[in-house]
Every structure is written in structure tokens, then in C-alpha cells.
């Protein structure tokens, strides 16, 4: 053997290894194909988010789940042969799991189990940034943990008392681990409390200016609304939760100030624990005076979106502001042609593509909320000065219940009224 060869032999693939998955839900009687693969379509892509590949989804039809297992017998018998047939490193379920389910779960597939909430968490860990945001999230993740340590600890051996071999039965070795977790929780939450108390001194200086904060599902487009608008360079991919951290940035439109906030993006099914832990962040949004409410119209669930935003904003005591609704990824969809332009396009291809009504859209928006909606591309500029003109109407309206007499163009001439 040559020394090239030996060499070659002695090399070792640094690489990171790309985990897999497969993932699992149940099909409740209400619901659709349609609607499953949506929400497959989205678990799967916030496995990749983590960095997860998905090899196969499952799916059984059952109205509740197995007390014991989440799926039925035959179902996990399924899973199994396929997990060990292809060498799955772990499987995930689109619902939250009890904690007997994900350890039976993991006695039985031998692999990681993961449920939606666990996921969720994993990935805001892996996108925090600031020390607000890294705390929030394992405050959220022990509290989540901590009746899970069965799972998630494999040492569970009884410790011995005394020494050597002798003595009686010590206490169960996953009681010291939720002391531990426990007493970490503590800590968090004191710490968090420090940073909040930072948080509610910075907001009361913002006191007499208007705040304008963006709200969505995540992935919508609400970074490369933020970037557009102050000229900015946040992170913006097209990932789940590319933003986790509250950001904000003061705006000048026509004269007019406003302060911006780009918030973390809403999902279905939001861990309550994330819910509580970001308390903090969350009063970006209740204490704004304006909301812009981001929506990705090229998906196909966006009215779903809407619906789940619209809930959670109820949720945390801010669905009565007023809300400017901005129809983004305009460029990703075909809009209803005129009936001139039906003339022209065949019957098969009117029959098979997507059309979607922008004024039956923008009249229906606009009854149920008052405010005329916004339609663009925020990462084409389409349509950006529409979305100007809107924005800064509708932060004008807001000032002028902080400042009555501050722009110009709204100021009574009384001089003139007078020489009438």
C-alpha cells in the first residue's frame, strides 16, 4: 500500500452528520388532505429550520390519540421497521406528546423522540441572539423539560447510600436532576426580571412617539418589510423564525417620526410556554399604537394565517388595535385577470391556476377592519410606495391623538378661517 493510500485510509469525515427524521400526526375526522399536508409541509420545514432532513411522513386516521403510544400498535410497528430499516436518527409528531407517551415512545423506537413543542424551542434556542432572548428561551425550554426527565436522562439508576456497596436505597437520581432544573428556573426567571425592568425603562422613554410594530406568521416577509423601511440589514432568510429577537428602529416618513419593531413571527400551535417566557418581547406588540399585520398571500393557508395571528393577538390583549393588513409576495401569485384578459387564456389554464381576487380581497379586509389592505412584494419593491402612502396615513392618524397640532398639513389656518 502506497503512502498516499495509508493516508487516505487515516482520513476521518469532519463533516457535520445532517440528521433524519420522519414525522408522525394523526388525521382528526374535520379534517382535510389538504389541510394535513399543509401542516406536514410545515413540520417539515421547521425540521429543517433545526437541520433536520425528512426521509417519510406518517399519518393514521384516529380521532383521539393512544393514551399509551399517541398512534395505534400496528402504526408504531410501521414506524419501527422503517426507523431501523433506514437508520432514522429520530421521529417527530406534529402534536404535543405527555410525557409516559414520549417515554414509551422512546423505549419502543429506540431513537429520539421529538413533539411539535420541543422543536419549536429547539430551533429558538439555536436563533437567539440577545441575552433577553437567550433567557426567555431556556426558561421556556427547563419549564418544558422539567416533567420530562424520565425521557431526556437515561442515567435513572437508584444511588446507593453510604459507602462503597453498603447502605440503603439513596434518593432516586432524577430527583437531584429537577433540584437541578429547578433551581435553575429560579435563576432564569430573577434574571429575566432584571432584564424586563431594563425593557420597561427603555419603553417609557419612548413615551409621545407613535410605535408601529410588524406582526405575522413566521416566514411571511416582516425582516425584509423592516430592512425596506429603515434601510436596514437584519437577518432575513426564508426559514421559520429567522427573527426571534424584538427589534426596533426609529422611522421618519413625510416629517413624521414613529418608532418600528419587528417582532418574533406567530405559528400554529405556539408552545404556552414560549407564550409566557416572552412576555417581554410580546409588549413590543401590546403596547404599540399601530399594528402591521404582514401576510404571505402566495400560500395557499394565508387565510389560516390570518386567523391564527388574529387569535393569538386576542390571546396576549392586543387584538383591539388598529391593524394595517399588508398582502405581501404579491410577485409569487397570479391575480383574477379582467374579463378582456380571460378572452385571451384557455379554459384548461383558467380552470387549473391559481387566481386570486385582489379587490373582493381588499373589499372584505377593509369592512371587517376599517383599513384599506395593502398589497405588494417586499423583496421585489412592488408596489413599496402604495405600502409608504398607507403606512404613513395611518401613523399620521396616531399622531395626531399624541400631537393634534404637529403636522402641518393638518393644522387649522385660523387666519384664513378669520379674513372668511
Known amino acids: ?75 408504531l410497528e410501521e414506524i419501527l421497521a422503517y426507523v431501523e430499516h433506514f437508520g432514522v436518527d429520530m421521529v ?38 440577545t441575552a433577553q432572548a437567550k433567557t426567555q428561551v431556556e426558561l421556556a425550554r427547563f419549564q418544558y423539560l422539567l416533567p420530562r426527565l424520565t425521557r431526556m436522562w437515561t442515567h435513572l439508576e437508584r444511588q446507593r447510600g453510604g459507602t462503597g456497596t453498603r447502605g440503603g436505597a439513596g434518593e432516586k437520581e432524577i430527583e437531584t436532576d429537577k433540584r437541578d432544573i429547578r433551581n435553575k428556573i429560579t435563576l432564569l426567571k430573577e434574571k429575566l426580571r432584571e432584564i424586563e425592568k431594563q425593557g420597561v425603562t427603555q419603553r417609557k422613554g419612548r413615551k409621545g412617539v407613535v410605535r408601529v410594530a410588524l406582526v405575522g406568521y413566521t416566514n411571511v416577509g416582516k425582516s425584509t418589510l423592516m430592512n425596506l423601511i429603515t434601510k436596514t440589514d437584519i437577518l432575513a432568510e426564508n426559514k ?46 401590546r403596547e404599540a399604537d399601530l399594528l402591521v399585520h404582514v401576510v404571505d398571500i402566495s400560500h395557499h393557508a394565508f387565510e389560516d394565517h390570518i386567523a391564527v395571528v388574529s387569535q393569538t393577538l386576542r390571546e396576549i390583549k392586543a387584538g383591539d388595535k388598529p391593524v394595517l393588513l399588508v398582502f405581501n409576495k404579491i410577485d ?17 389554464e383558467l380552470q387549473e391556476t391559481r387566481y386570486l381576487d385582489f379587490k373582493a380581497l381588499s373589499d372584505a379586509y377593509e369592512k371587517k377592519n376599517g383599513i384599506k389592505p395593502v398589497f405588494m412584494a417586499a423583496g421585489t419593491g412592488e408596489n413599496v410606495d402604495g405600502f409608504r ?3 404613513i396615513a395611518e401613523v399620521k392618524k396616531q399622531h395626531r391623538k399624541i400631537y393634534p397640532h404637529y403636522l402641518e398639513d393638518e393644522v387649522v389656518d385660523w387666519k384664513g378661517k378669520s379674513e372668511e
Not at 410525557?99 to 437567539?128: C, G, H, T
Not at 405559528?267 to 410580546?282: G, M, Q, Y
Not at 401569485?333 to 384557455?346: K, L, N
Request: a negative charge.
Open 1 to 75: 500500500m502506497s503512502k498516499l493510500s495509508r493516508k487516505i485510509k487515516n482520513l476521518y469525515d469532519t463533516a457535520p452528520k445532517v440528521e433524519t427524521a420522519v414525522l408522525v400526526t394523526l388525521i382528526r375526522q374535520q379534517q382535510s388532505e389538504q389541510e394535513i399536508e399543509e401542516h406536514l409541509e410545515e413540520l417539515a420545514f421547521l425540521a429543517e429550520t433545526l437541520g433536520v432532513k425528512t426521509l417519510y411522513r406518517f399519518t393514521q386516521r384516529m380521532e383521539k390519540p393512544d393514551i399509551r403510544t399517541f398512534v395505534g400498535k400496528g402504526k
Open 240 to 285: 421559520l423564525f429567522a427573527t426571534v429577537d424584538s427589534t426596533v428602529r426609529k422611522v421618519v416618513l413625510d416629517n413624521v417620526p414613529f418608532l418600528l419593531s419587528d417582532t418574533v413571527g406567530f405559528i400554529r400551535k405556539l408552545p404556552t410556554h414560549l407564550i409566557e417566557s416572552f412576555k417581554s418581547t410580546l409588549d413590543e406588540i
Open 389 to 391: 402612502d398607507a403606512l
Open 92 to 129: 417527530i409528531f406534529d402534536d404535543d406528546l405527555s410525557p409516559s407517551q414520549m417515554r414509551n415512545l422512546e423505549n419502543e423506537l429506540k431513537v429520539k423522540i421529538y413533539d411539535r413543542s420541543l422543536l419549536i424551542l429547539d430551533i429558538f434556542l439555536k436563533r437567539a441572539q
Open 332 to 348: 409569487q401569485v397570479q391575480q383574477m385577470p379582467t374579463e378582456e384578459e380571460s378572452m385571451h387564456i384557455s379554459e384548461h
